[in-house]
């Protein structure tokens, strides 16, 4: 049972271009959102998170958006850079406690950024 | 700084025999979380200790368990492996216990069951 949805493998675009990652989810608890980039042989990286009392949230090219009515969130990278080429995973969590008090993740997206 | 480190980096067991992964967490973090990552998937949480008690227990059977030592450090055991078990393990540290701060991953023990 995937709480955590990452439909797409993978996801290639050119740089400069925006980078459009999608994440579903099906738990209601889940309150608290994070995203992690991984390079092959490295550990994730924590990019951004956003909280379900928020609808969007920014950190420099990166901007996460949250549609609580539809259990939506997608992390939108602008312009892309090569160096951005990784797997990126979303992860949910609830904040009050109980069996979803743990990170939950998705699958992942290997994004490609082309030259 | 140094970040959270994992020994060994790759491992090569037989089937039944057991296992110990080693995690030393980022110096001030007393939160350490194991993960399982198999192939094509996301990271499976396994445990999570937070001054060194157990805090939280994913689905995994009880052949998997971990401790958490006076100076935050702490072990993933396996016993009676399965090649089931051949997967990437990650440990993550993080300076609470909530999961809404960011948890700071290690690069991984690759373990290969035979």
Known sequence: ?115 | DAGVTQSPTHLIKTRGQHVTLRCSPISGHKSVSWYQQVLGQGPQFIFQYYEKEERGRGNFPDRFSARQFPNYSSELNVNALLLGDSALYLCASSSARGWNQPQHFGDGTRLSIL
């Open chain 1, 1 to 115: 049972d995937q709480q955590v949805k990452q439909n797409s493998p993978s996801l290639s675009v050119q740089e400069g271009r925006i980078s459009i990652l999608n994440c579903d989810y099906t738990n209601s608890m889940f309150d608290y959102f994070l995203w992690y980039k991984k390079y092959p042989a490295e550990g994730p990286t924590f990019l951004i998170s956003i909280s379900s009392i928020k609808d969007k949230n920014e950190d420099g090219r990166f901007t996460v958006f949250l549609n609580k009515s539809a259990k939506h969130l997608s992390l939108h990278i602008v312009p892309s850079q090569p160096g951005d080429s990784a797997v990126y995973f979303c992860a949910a969590t609830t904040t009050s406690g109980g069996s979803n008090y743990k990170l939950t993740f998705g699958k992942g997206t290997l994004l490609t950024v082309n030259p």
